[in-house]
Nanobody, 131 residues
Framework: VQLQASGGGLVQAGGSLRLSCTAS????????????MSWFRQAPGKEREFVAA??????????VYEDFVKGRFTISRDNAKNTVSLQMNSLKPEDTAVYYC???????????????????WGQGTLVTVSS
């Protein structure tokens, strides 16, 4: 599985960006829905941290958010297009980071926030929020 993230850029505080991540080289058509798709971020000098997840169809496709993005970020997925998106509103300077998408087929809900639980990672896209 290959993940390609896009949509990062420079935005002023209070602005919005939409990140997208497209999966390719899936084992067979229609399997994207079986993956938990998540976004993580890593700021300079900090560890990679969980942002949001879209659970697999097995777990209802429901979203999970880290507290610091609740009410500001929305994760969504289009299983027909093998794409997961992250709509980021009301951006703050502390949201500045490289954002990574990640995928895994075997996660349980309690593992969503664990970096080490994911088998597949995209290359990252830089989001810079100016004050």
């Amino acid at each position: 599985v290959q993940l390609q993230a896009s949509g990062g850029g420079l935005v002023q505080a209070g602005g919005s960006l939409r990140l997208s991540c497209t999966a390719s080289r899936l084992t067979s058509p229609g399997t994207f829905r079986t993956y938990t798709m998540s976004w993580f971020r890593q700021a300079p000098g900090k560890e990679r941290e969980f942002v949001a997840a879209s659970s697999s169809a097995r777990h209802g496709g429901s979203p999970v958010y880290e507290d610091f993005v609740k009410g500001r970020f929305t994760i969504s997925r289009d299983n027909a297009k093998n794409t997961v998106s992250l709509q980021m509103n009301s951006l703050k300077p502390e949201d500045t980071a490289v954002y990574y998408c990640a995928a895994d087929r075997t996660l349980i809900r309690s593992s969503y926030r664990s970096v080490n639980a994911y088998d597949y990672w995209g290359q990252g896209t830089l989001v810079t929020v100016s004050s």
